[in-house]
């Protein structure tokens, strides 16, 4: 998760030395005051020339490119639009950010005049946004390639210098913000490995990797899944010769009498569907059905990292589901670790029997105050909200709230989707106490309402984030297979409410 871009903040100055400098204009075109003292003096009229030729009108997130602009101190000037109005007070700087990053010379440095047109200063907090921005869509998973294309640095600049009114004002808002960039990346790596590298063993050593932020580890290999019951877990990964694991991470950034909050992910680093296996076509894809425990492990180093004065425990739940002569058949009863019994009707239904032992030991060991899981669960998420949405689920409003409103922020969007007794006739059994999935029907309703039977009445919500988590589209501040949705909305939770 190694940053490529070197980012600094520095007061306002003269620019001399060319290079790649990004002003801000609003809807008439014109920069900032301070900005034709420090570019060049014919900067505006520069800007109006090319913007008639470009039909560039400066609205929110427009850029023109000017090269090699006549008496400017750049070699490149990226011109962004902010807009006006109310376009300019909902501003999201981070894409933004994104944005200009895309528009930056390979390899080279960057100087962004961070003042925008009008009365009104822009905050610190706007600068470290741009910022994270800027650096989440630098971003590049190419490990693996032995050629790499010829520029310096992946695509993206190697040395980003943010000119600002208030450099220890925008270096102390920037701290947090390089815990969460760090903890995104985390994330994104782990749903990007190839699944030969990240199995549950090997998932499990690098979760471990957090002990050196104070985080506590503690590893549950088989011997102790058994010893604890959980073989609705276990049920998943006995066709597969690597072994199971849970992780359990707790950060104690609080008193010793503050309930912790807890976060729970799915982590099958390889889902073949099991003796349901499923079509041939895009199964490689399924490396990625772990990105619920990847954005746990990514939250998890955000908080540490950052120092949070939260309790917070993250779980996850490590298998690979292959079929083999030992693997789970549908028909099978497993009783869960709650004591509650399980017919399987399709292996592939996989991630809710994972969640479901997990859950059931976060909610009895911790007592938490609330609890939230993420999964790549069903491809019935898809057919419902696309991959602009994640699907939340919850037995608590308060939470449900929360959540909506950190996923507004952050742009990590949820929507919430019903849960009711009446949909658990669906999952009923004839012989066990539930079935493994309910069919077609509402399939991503009946498999939260799985779930729900193994929270215990704690406040719980669940995100089906199959659609975000991997393979989602690209956007300003993300162009990667795996994107690490989920650690920046949750984050803000924490943030916004649960901070002491």
């Known amino acids: 998760m190694a940053q490529n871009v070197k980012l600094e903040f520095k007061p306002y100055d003269k620019l001399t030395d060319g290079g790649d400098v990004v002003v801000f204009v609003g809807a008439d075109r014109k920069s900032a005051r301070a900005a034709a003292g420090l570019?060049?003096?014919?900067?505006?009229?520069?800007?109006?020339?090319?913007?008639?030729?470009?039909?560039?009108?400066?609205?929110?997130?427009?850029?023109?490119?000017?090269?090699?602009?006549?008496?400017?101190?750049?070699?490149?000037l990226i011109v962004a639009g902010l807009g006006e109005g109310e376009e300019r007070a909902k501003f999201d700087w981070a894409a933004l950010g994104g944005a200009v990053c895309a528009k930056l010379s390979a390899g080279g440095h960057a100087r962004v005049l961070f003042e925008a047109p009008g009365e009104a200063p822009v905050s610190a907090e706007a600068a470290a946004d741009f910022a994270l921005g800027l650096l989440l869509r630098s971003y590049r998973f190419d490990r693996y390639k032995t050629k790499k294309k010829d520029d310096d640095n992946g695509g993206a600049p190697a040395r980003v210098t943010l000119h600002v009114a208030d450099p220890a004002a925008a270096k102390r808002a920037w701290k947090p913000r390089a815990a969460v960039a760090d903890g995104v990346f985390l994330a994104r790596d782990l749903v990007n490995e190839p699944p030969n590298v990240l199995f549950p063993a090997a998932f499990a050593d690098r979760a471990a990797e957090?002990?050196?932020?104070?985080?506590?580890?503690?590893?549950?290999?088989?011997?102790?899944?058994?010893?604890?019951?959980?073989?609705?877990?276990?049920?998943?990964?006995?066709?597969?010769?690597?072994?199971?694991?849970?992780?359990l991470m707790r950060w104690n950034g609080a008193r010793d009498d503050v309930k912790p909050v807890a976060f729970v992910g799915k982590g099958v680093t390889f889902d073949t569907g099991g003796i349901s296996i499923k079509p041939s076509q895009n199964m490689e894809d399924m490396k990625g059905d772990m990105a619920g425990a990847a954005c746990v492990v990514g939250l998890m180093h955000v908080l540490a990292a950052r120092k949070a004065k939260v309790n917070a425990i993250g779980a996850i739940g490590l298998v690979e589901n292959m079929p083999d002569g030992k693997?789970?058949?549908?028909?099978?009863?497993?009783?869960?670790?709650?004591?509650?019994?399980?017919?399987?009707?399709?292996?592939?239904?996989?991630?809710?029997?994972?969640?479901?032992?997990?859950?059931?030991h976060v909610q009895d060991k911790y007592g938490p105050a609330?609890?939230?899981d993420l999964a790549t669960l069903t491809g019935a998420i898809l057919v419902a909200l696309g991959t602009e949405h994640a699907g939340l689920f919850s037995?608590?409003?308060?939470?449900?709230?929360?959540?909506?409103?950190?996923?507004?922020a952050t742009g990590e969007k949820v929507w919430r989707l019903p849960l009711a007794p009446e949909y658990d006739k669906l999952i009923d059994s004839k012989f066990a106490d539930m079935k493994n999935t309910g069919g077609r029907n509402g399939g991503s309703i009946t498999a939260a309402q799985?779930?729900?039977?193994?929270?215990?009445?704690?406040p719980w919500a669940h995100l089906d984030i199959a659609g975000t988590g991997m393979s989602s589209p690209a956007s300003d501040i993300n162009q990667s297979w795996g994107s690490g949705w989920g650690v920046r909305l949750?984050?803000?939770?924490?943030?916004?409410?649960?901070?002491?």
């Open 39 to 76: 570019v060049g003096a014919g900067l505006d009229e520069t800007i109006a020339r090319a913007a008639d030729l470009e039909r560039f009108k400066g609205k929110a997130k427009s850029l023109l490119v000017l090269t090699a602009p006549n008496g400017l101190a750049a070699d490149r």
């Open 210 to 247: 957090l002990a050196k932020l104070g985080v506590d580890i503690e590893v549950l290999d088989e011997k102790a899944l058994k010893k604890l019951g959980m073989r609705a877990l276990l049920g998943v990964g006995q066709g597969s010769h690597n072994e199971s694991r849970v992780v």
């Open 327 to 360: 693997a789970q058949r549908p028909g099978d009863i497993v009783t869960s670790m709650s004591g509650q019994t399980i017919e399987i009707i399709n292996t592939d239904a996989e991630g809710r029997l994972v969640l479901a032992d997990v859950l059931w």
């Open 370 to 372: 609330f609890m939230v």
């Open 395 to 408: 037995n608590d409003d308060e939470l449900a709230e929360r959540i909506a409103a950190a996923g507004s």
């Open 450 to 458: 799985f779930l729900q039977r193994f929270v215990n009445n704690t």
């Open 490 to 500: 949750l984050d803000r939770l924490v943030r916004d409410h649960y901070e002491s």
